[in-house]
């Protein structure tokens, strides 16, 4: 990662973005392609990664903050100073495997809600990175379900949306407070 973005992993008692819940409208709306990489656009990818840090996350998709934007902060890893998060400008699923798996998941949109989700397991995806450079990388594991999941989000889609058993996401967002009509199941 360039120091460009770097930002101490740590909680901010006053992180810079607010996150929105599933129901807010923000959530639902699809992302638009960054046309330039710029400071403006390295801006909010620092403050997206304080908020996420801020929020105990491993991911943040800029509808999550309202903004309407195609850009993902992840971060598998944010107990490891070492390693470095990672930025996906205009991401793009080139390949996906066949091979599904299942997972717990759970979102900074809709905290303290996790349940299973199907996904493949492993992705290819090009981006551009903070610099605007045009990147590919290969994902499996935890990794490539962040990053499906946070692309969900982009397309205005959220984990709930994908989860089909519907008994266990009344249960869940119940639960927690949340409105079931506030999901829009995916075919």
Do not use: W
């Amino acid at each position: 990662m360039s120091s460009v973005v770097a930002v101490e992993k740590q909680k901010l008692k006053n992180p810079p973005l607010q996150i929105h819940y599933l129901g807010d409208r923000a959530l639902r709306q699809g992302a638009k392609r960054i046309a330039k990489v710029d400071d403006n656009v390295r801006q909010l990818v620092r403050e997206m990664l304080q908020t996420m840090y801020s929020a105990d996350g491993i991911g943040l998709a800029a509808p999550q903050v309202a903004v309407n934007k195609q850009l993902i902060v992840i971060d598998c890893e944010p107990n490891d100073a070492a390693n470095p998060p990672i930025i996906l400008i205009n991401p793009k699923i080139t390949k996906a495997s066949s091979k599904l798996c299942n997972a717990e998941e759970g979102c900074l949109s809709i905290p303290g809600v996790y349940i299973e989700v199907t996904r493949p397991e492993a992705i290819e995806v090009s981006f551009k990175d903070e610099n605007g450079r045009p990147r590919k990388m290969k994902a499996t594991g935890l990794l490539s379900r962040a990053i499906q999941h946070e692309m969900d989000h982009l397309n205005g889609v959220l984990f709930v949306d994908r989860v089909t058993n519907s008994l266990v996401l009344t249960e869940e967002l119940n639960k927690q407070g949340f409105d079931v009509q506030a999901v829009k199941p995916v075919s």
